[in-house]
């Protein structure tokens, strides 16, 4: 078991009903009994900034001190980053620029952040995005860099585009479900490649 490798992928923005309905490549898994599927409720504030922060450390909103998308700082707490660096393992993430605000320096530097390579940091290898109509297509590329070329043990993948989406035309929106279809289709590209690299 200490030697598996996980990817976390986080689809910012993604309702469960319409998941259910357009991300027909993970349900098939769900169905075959290759994965599982859980409905949780998220935490308030349902803001990124502050719920990036409780998926990456655990703790809730009124004790680690991110309360809103403005909250540009660095975290205060323990993260699976941080945790996975302390047991000597290797961390990346291809993310949204507000992870490397929050687990490496405050604020982004788009000159200096964009690329990171420091054994130092809580993430010691990270491809960010200051956009949020940096296609998922990319993100996905990055990610797969990434993984093949410094073999993390822990790695974050968190992709945007569905939540431009609902913002721009509402999550009941067939604009918002084609954007959801659309990350079902990269994740059957990326999914079964890191799967037979033993990517857990």
């Known amino acids: 078991m200490p030697d598996k490798k996980v990817v976390m992928i986080t689809l910012d923005g993604c309702r469960y009903d319409i998941a259910i309905q357009q991300l027909g490549f993970l349900n098939h898994f769900v169905e075959k009994k290759l994965a599982s599927r859980f409905k949780v409720l998220s935490e308030s504030p349902s803001n990124s900034r502050p719920l990036y922060e409780v998926l990456l450390t655990g703790v809730p909103t009124f004790e680690n001190g991110i309360y809103s998308n403005y909250s540009v700082q660095r975290s205060k707490e323990e993260s699976i980053f941080s945790l996975a660096k302390e047991a000597g393992k290797t961390t990346a993430a291809a993310a949204y620029h507000w992870v490397s605000e929050l687990y490496n320096r405050a604020p982004f530097s788009m000159f200096e952040d964009r690329i990171q390579h420091d054994s130092t940091k809580n993430i010691q290898h990270?491809?960010?995005?200051?956009?949020?109509?940096?296609?998922?297509?990319?993100?996905?590329?990055?990610?797969?860099?990434?993984?093949?070329?410094?073999?993390?043990?822990?790695?974050?993948?968190?992709?945007?585009?569905?939540?431009?989406?609902?913002?721009?035309?509402?999550g009941n929106s067939i604009e918002y479900r084609r954007a959801v279809n659309r990350i079902d289709t990269i994740l059957a590209i990326y999914i079964p490649r890191w799967i037979e690299m033993d990517i857990k």
């Not at 996905?140 to 569905?162: C, E, G, K, R, W």
């Open 126 to 170: 990270g491809i960010f995005y200051s956009e949020d109509t940096y296609p998922d297509s990319h993100l996905f590329q990055d990610a797969h860099h990434l993984i093949s070329t410094y073999h993390p043990d822990f790695m974050y993948v968190h992709s945007m585009n569905i939540d431009d989406e609902g913002h721009k035309f509402t």
